[in-house]
């Protein structure tokens, strides 16, 4: 375990408060079924955190993103699973993510903490000893009777770029997206990534397996025209070749 932070560094952000006498777990069975579900039709790690517990309610039992653990191991560390298969410095940054992110999502009303996911990027040390960058998300899915956060669902997937950090918060139904300067220590309003619908249809067609050359008879246009808008979109996502790209799409974009 790293010296330098403890789960307290995660956990002083919290402020989940449950009426004392009242087993309000009893009720969360659904959120635990869906989230099941949504593992066995996508294949992707998805999880909720419960930070009441500070723990997690729910995890997967067959993610590459456990690390070679399994589930019951990973839920015994809680915090610390990140504390010991995260590099130092960014578990640093995530326990910064973690308080600016708190105080994103506690600056909103009740129905918009619902609409707002965050995004960010860290390397995942693995059973070999290599790290994989990967993209993590959580959305609120649950508050307290005070409008605290108190279970989030999580989604791990690769990384569809190579840098850290990277964070983002984005809102359902909008193109707007707030990215964090770590430099000036604040969020920054910019305009997400808009596909045209030519960009939307090759991207969609590509996804279905098709090559250049399918597309380019489906939609009757050139097979150099088909590349032209590939190198266009592949340029707008910061992505160098298809795969990254499929990457990209999975984390930001709904074809």
């Not at 989030?152 to 964090?180: C, F, H, P, R, W």
């Not at 997400?192 to 246009?221: C, D, M, P, V, Y």
């Amino acid at each position: 375990m790293k010296n330098s932070i403890t789960p307290k560094s995660f956990e002083e952000v919290s402020l989940v408060v449950l009426p004392k006498g009242r087993n309000d777990y009893l009720g969360l069975t659904s959120y635990v079924e869906t989230a099941k579900a949504i593992s066995r039709a996508s294949h992707q790690c998805v999880y909720i955190f419960d930070y009441y517990k500070q723990n997690f309610l729910y995890l997967p039992d067959n993610s590459m993103f456990l690390c070679g653990k399994k589930a019951p191991k990973v839920k015994e560390q809680g915090f610390n699973f990140f504390i010991d298969h995260v590099p130092e410095n960014e578990v640093k940054m995530l326990v910064k993510i973690n308080k600016v992110g708190f105080e994103f999502f506690n600056s909103l009303g009740v129905e918009d903490k619902f609409l707002h996911t965050i995004s960010y990027n860290f390397h995942l040390r693995q059973s070999k000893g290599e790290y994989i960058l990967v993209n993590h998300k959580l959305t609120p899915i649950k508050v307290d009777e005070f409008n605290n956060i108190w279970l989030a669902m999580g989604l791990v997937t690769m990384a569809s770029d190579t840098s850290i950090g990277n964070v983002e918060i984005m809102k359902t139904g909008t193109n707007q997206i707030y990215q964090y300067d770590f430099d000036n220590e604040k969020w920054e309003l910019k305009n997400g990534l808009q596909l045209s619908s030519r960009e939307r249809e090759i991207l969609f067609l590509t996804a279905q397996g098709l090559t250049n050359k399918q597309i380019s008879e489906n939609i009757h246009l050139s097979e150099t025209t088909i590349k032209f808008h590939k190198s266009k979109l592949f340029k707008k996502m910061g992505v160098n070749n298809i795969a990254e790209a499929f990457v990209y799409i999975t984390n930001y974009l709904k074809l």
